[in-house]
Every structure is written in C-alpha cells, then in structure tokens.
C-alpha cells in the first residue's frame, strides 16, 4: 500500500471532504517531497483536514465520506529558488511590476517563472522590501512528526484538539484549509507602507484673537517616565495623547502573490524596490 512505503519520493495527495452540512465539496490538494519518509508527509493535510472537522470549536460537522487520492514516484520532483529580480526597481504608487524568478529543478537548467506585482495606490515614498520563497512555510518549518495534529507532552497528558483559527465561521475555516499555501507554489509577499493616517489641517500660526500662541510644553523628565512604566500607569496622561491605538490586523498581513508550478519548491530570495513619490 501506498502508505506502508517507507523511503524517498515525491507525493501528489488529493483529498475529498464530504458532509451533510458543509458547504460543497471540500477539496485539498498539495504536494509534497521527502528523502527519507515520504509516507508521513502525505498525511500532513489528512491529518489537518480530520482535525479542522472533529474538533473545531465553530460548528459540528457530520462527515459522510472522505476520498484519498495519493500518487508517490521516486523520482526527486523540486525545485530551488537561486534569484528573484523586478524588471525594473523603481516604482510609483499604483504601478505593476513584472518579477523574474529563477528556479533550478534538482540536478536540471535554470528555468523561469514570472510573477506580477501590485505597488497599492496608497503606498508611501521609500524602499520595500520583497521575498520570494517557497509556499507552504505557514504549515511548518521542517519536517513533520509523525502525529502532526498533536502537541508534545508527557506520557498520560491529553492531546490539545482545538483548532486555533481568527475565523468567525466555519465556511471561513474551511476556505482557510482549502486555500492554504502548496508546496508546490512559488510565493511573493511584501508589506507595503500604507498611508493611512489623516493629514493634519494647517492652521495660523497666530490665532484669530490675535494672542500670541502657546509655549511649546517642555520634554517630559525621563527619570519620570520610568517610573510611570514601572508603576504600570498610562502614558496617556504624561504626553497628552490616547496610547490606547493598537496596530490593525489588516496592517499586519502582507501582500502575496502565488504561482503554482510542477515541482515541489525549495529556498528564498529578496530584493529592494525604490517607491517613488506619486
């Protein structure tokens, strides 16, 4: 059987979820290569899928049927990442860029890939930085253990079964699953500096009742200021402003662009491009 292999190859795995209340058909495809058991890998998405389902803390699912499709060759089927360049590296705001990307198959020639790139409108002046890497790095940094749903713990602890997940539904859930990165995928993802912040109205320097405006207020004492941090006060008070503005979710993501490609995908490359001013 194909999971009773135990050794090197590459594996294509399908899976199929069924259920009377999920939304379709949920379907999960990837790619995997090992060197050395390639049987465990294949199990990365099952394993995945049966927890999101089972133990999600959203929705009770009621699964009716499950089809495995799982192919595994000998053959070493990857791909590294040797560089990654923009066709041109200064930009403006709104613009699109098209990026080359090098990829030698194992023991093969350089191929190419090409990827495009959206700077947002709202970008601000200045250098981004951009990586281009293999996909499936937020599955896991190196190989997997053989129980890849469970953590580890002492002989005699239960396992953790609760799906983590910012979802607020369990069709969002699912679409996370579904939609997750492949190995097989080449990955561009750069965090744009966004303006999002209001321009501040001008005002007079003199004000409309002729008053001389007032002093600037001096700094704060900085001996003062370990004190309200080591007391666990507001800061607030001290510089006359709300510090209670935390940084958005939405802020926090980057931007990626994937490509899919027929080789399981290996390493990482960046570069600078120049924003210029609109």
């Known amino acids: 059987a194909t999971l009773d292999r135990v050794g090197s190859g590459t594996a294509n795995v399908r899976l199929e979820f069924r259920g009377d209340n999920l939304p379709g058909r949920v379907i999960r495809d990837n790619m995997y290569y090992s060197d050395s058991d390639i049987a465990v890998w294949t199990l990365v998405d099952l394993m995945e899928g049966l927890n999101l389902f089972l133990h999600n803390s959203l929705q009770e699912v009621d699964l009716t049927g499950l089809d495995i499709d799982i192919s595994i060759e000998k053959r070493r089927r990857t791909a590294s990442i040797e560089k990654a360049s923009p066709r041109v590296f200064q930009v403006k705001p709104g613009d699109s860029v098209e990026v080359e990307v ?16 959206e700077v947002p409108a709202d970008t601000l002046p200045g250098t981004m930085t951009v990586t281009v890497r293999a996909g499936g790095s937020d599955y896991y940094f190196g190989k997997p253990p053989v129980h890849t749903t469970f953590q580890d713990m002492e002989d005699g602890d239960e396992p953790m079964r ?10 969002k859930l699912i679409e996370q699953y579904v939609n997750r990165e492949r190995g097989s995928e080449i990955v561009l993802e750069y965090f744009p500096f966004i303006d999002t912040f209001p321009v501040a109205e001008e005002v ?20 003062l200021m370990v004190k309200v941090q080591n007391e666990d006060e507001h800061f607030e008070d001290f510089f006359g402003y709300d510090s209670s503005w935390s940084w958005n979710d939405e802020n926090n993501e980057p931007i990626r662009v994937r490509l899919d490609t027929s080789f399981v995908m290996e390493g990482l490359a960046s570069f600078d491009v120049e924003v210029l001013p609109k």
Do not use: H, K, W
Request: glycine share 4%; no cysteine.
């Open 162 to 171: 609760q799906v983590l997940s910012g979802a607020e539904s369990l069709d």
């Open 204 to 223: 007079d320097d003199v004000p409309e009742n002729g008053e001389s405006p007032e002093p600037p207020q001096p700094l704060p004492d900085l001996d």
């Open 102 to 117: 090098q990829i030698r198959p194992y023991r093969d020639e350089v191929e190419t890939r090409v990827l495009r790139m």
